[in-house]
């Protein structure tokens, strides 16, 4: 069975920083596509960024400039630094592992809560 593991999560202070990461196996690691998603109370999920396998990174408008998505392929961990938090950044974010292509998987991690407190 296929895991993403996160970590990172928290109660934060608007203003403050967190890093949040997720692990999986080198064999989903290294071809996907890896991102970041969030879900608010009553909302739909949302991308916030995303990185591919070479390297390329992808933000959400709302996250530039505050966000920084990176990946370790020696850990096969992603990480998510995020930066200036406000209090509509709290969610429930989640790691996703994405291929497309003739070997295609799409992969989701169980979900850590990001609490920002104004």
């Known amino acids: 069975q296929v895991q993403l593991v996160e970590s990172g999560g928290g109660l934060v202070q608007a203003g403050g920083s967190l890093r949040l990461s997720c692990a999986t196996s080198?064999?989903?690691?290294?071809?996907?596509?890896m991102g970041w998603y969030r879900q608010a109370p009553g909302k739909q999920r949302e991308l916030v960024a995303t990185i591919s396998s070479g390297g390329t990174t992808n933000y959400a408008d709302s996250v530039k400039g505050r966000f920084g998505i990176s990946r370790d392929n020696a850990k096969n961990t992603v990480y998510l630094q995020m930066n200036s938090l406000k209090s509509e950044d709290t969610a429930v974010y989640y790691c996703?592992?994405?291929?497309?292509?003739?070997?295609?998987?799409?992969?989701w991690g169980q979900g850590t809560q990001v609490t920002v407190s104004s």
């Open positions: 996703n592992a994405n291929r497309g292509g003739i070997i295609s998987y799409n992969y």
């Open positions: 080198a064999i989903i690691f290294r071809s996907a596509s």
